[in-house]
């Protein structure tokens, strides 16, 4: 059977991103699990077909780790899923003052802060995966907390500590993306979405980012998202990652992607729908 490489171990969002992808797009697909981002976009086109990746939260913005990845790689995203996210916190000590070390996820950090700032003087271990922290925690050592995925509290547990919902807003979703090796056709009746990336080009000139921006507006294109990662080679060097709304094969778009590749470097991530669409 075909495989889809996911965030591990079991128990993580993206799991639940990656089953809601399997039932909606009724493929017979079964799940690597690999315990980290890095690892997923490695077995993309080796032992997986697929892979999904979180890449924009509500509360905590996009997943640079996923952005500097998809820099790097050459898939296409084919799809786009969209789940809430709702976190707990759970310990082995009765009291929240007792607390010495909590594991909390890289990215689950910045969707609990409210709750974080309440604690002084606490160890944060960062974790790779919202099931990286758990396992730590499940371990029961006294004293350690974590911060997990609120559907595992209803797996069987014996934390002495219980704290059923603590993100900081009750409308919390992340935005996940399936990437492959190779795109899927255009469907004229789907929406669908664009994203690319300026590779060179930005120069440090007046107006040259206004220009490419420019391009889409005059053909009416609504620009969806632009935000910047640093080249890493140079300070004030940036990679522009753009997107709009349409198909890439659409006329107009496609004549505005190639009035801005006369002047800069253009990666196309792809086109693609939300799930369900
Ligand atoms: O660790 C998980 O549960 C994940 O699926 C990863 C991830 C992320 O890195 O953004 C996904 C959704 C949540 O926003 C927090 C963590």
Do not use: W
């Not at 907390?145 to 219980?162: E, M, Q, V, W, Y």
């Not at 409308?171 to 899927?184: P, Y």
């Amino acid at each position: 059977m075909d495989q889809i490489a996911t965030l591990g171990a079991m128990g993580t969002f993206s799991e639940i991103a990656t089953k809601k992808y399997i039932e909606v797009s009724n493929k017979k697909l079964e799940i690597s699990y690999y315990p980290t981002i890095r690892q997923v976009f490695k077995a993309i086109g080796q032992e997986c077909n697929l892979g999904i990746v979180p890449i924009e939260n509500t509360l905590d913005g996009f997943v640079q780790r996923t952005l500097d990845l998809l820099l790097e790689s050459d898939f296409y995203i084919v799809n786009e899923i969209i789940i809430p996210i709702q976190f707990s916190f759970v310990a082995n000590s009765q009291n929240i003052s007792d607390i010495e070390k909590i594991y909390v996820q890289f990215k689950t950090r910045g969707q609990c802060y409210n709750f974080l700032d309440e604690f002084n003087q606490i160890k944060l271990i960062t974790t790779e995966s919202n099931s990286e922290s758990f396992s730590q925690v499940k371990k029961g050592h006294i004293a350690e907390g974590a911060i997990i995925p609120r559907h595992l509290l209803d797996t069987k547990n014996d934390f002495s500590l219980c704290i059923d919902n603590v993100t900081d807003s009750e409308h919390n979703q992340t935005r996940f993306i399936v990437l492959a090796k190779s795109k899927d056709d255009y469907e004229i009746d789907k929406t669908y979405k664009t994203s690319i990336i300026i590779l060179e080009g930005v120069a440090d000139q007046a107006g040259v980012l206004s220009k490419i921006l420019n391009e889409f507006s005059t053909k009416n294109i609504n620009l969806k998202s632009i935000i910047s990662r640093p080249t890493k080679q140079e300070l004030g060097k940036y990679y522009f990652f753009i997107d709009i709304e349409g198909h890439k094969d659409e006329e107009e778009i496609r004549e505005a992607l190639d009035k801005i590749r006369k002047n800069n470097l253009v990666k196309i991530l792809g086109s693609y729908s939300l799930l369900g669409d």
